[in-house]
């Protein structure tokens, strides 16, 4: 999963280390939320880990994602994902949505 996230990250322009760069830090950003990302994870039911505390898989975290999205604007979504992964990483988050979406479908 995370290598297909990369993939579709140098797909878009980004580049080797900065792709791993990024997405680190896009998903370090979700596990360590700050106020407004812990207030969007909350607002969509976006959770990391299960009912006994333990971090669920990265393809369960990107199914969240592609769900809670479903029926959002593009605005909505934009505002949503910025709110979860910063100004700086909101592409990350744009990109695990694709890569949730493309998983799903296939």
């Not at 878009?12 to 994870?41: D, Q």
């Not at 605005?75 to 988050?93: C, P, Q, R, S, W």
Request: net charge positive; glycine share 10%.
């Amino acid at each position: 999963d995370t290598s297909l996230a990369i993939g579709l990250m140098a797909n878009a322009g980004i580049k080797g280390s900065e792709a791993g760069t990024s997405l680190r830090a896009g998903l370090l950003r979700l596990a360590s939320p700050t106020a407004e990302a812990k207030a969007a994870m909350e607002k969509y039911g976006i959770t990391l880990t299960d009912a006994n505390g333990k971090m669920l898989p990265f393809k369960n975290v990107m199914e969240q994602l592609r769900q809670k999205m479903l029926g959002l604007s593009e605005t909505e979504k934009t505002a949503a994902l910025t709110a979860m992964f910063g100004k700086m990483h909101f592409l990350v988050g744009l990109l695990l949505l694709m890569v949730a979406i493309k998983t799903s479908t296939n």
